[in-house]
Nanobody, 120 residues
């Protein structure tokens, strides 16, 4: 199995910055795409940003120019640098990864989430 653990969330004032981290561990043979999603109260979960194993990135329009996703393949870690935070960025942020286990099974794995609260 593969476990994802997020960290770095917290309370920040509007205009501030936070850096989220997500570490994957377990029976990992290879990790493909990694992504950050978020879910605000009363709203559906949405994709924030994704990054391929080769480093190609994709962002939601609402965060372009403010958020940066990156990854360290040697550490099985994905990051989300969030700048110029707005109150509408308040949500639980979830890490997601597609991974091939050492048992030769592909799976889609999720972390438990980390809360980001932006005060205006």
């Amino acid at each position: 199995q593969v476990q994802l653990v997020e960290s770095g969330g917290g309370l920040v004032q509007a205009g501030g910055s936070l850096r989220l981290s997500c570490v994957a561990s377990g029976s990992i043979f290879r990790i493909a795409d990694m992504a950050w999603n978020r879910q605000a109260p009363g709203k559906q979960r949405e994709l924030v940003a994704s990054i391929s194993s080769g480093g190609s990135t994709n962002y939601a329009d609402s965060v372009k120019g403010r958020f940066t996703i990156s990854r360290d393949n040697a550490r099985n870690t994905v990051y989300l640098q969030m700048n110029s935070l707005k109150s509408e960025d308040t949500a639980v942020y979830y890490c997601n990864a597609g991974a091939l286990t050492t048992g030769a099974k592909w799976g889609d794995y999720w972390g438990r989430g980390t809360q980001v609260t932006v005060s205006s």
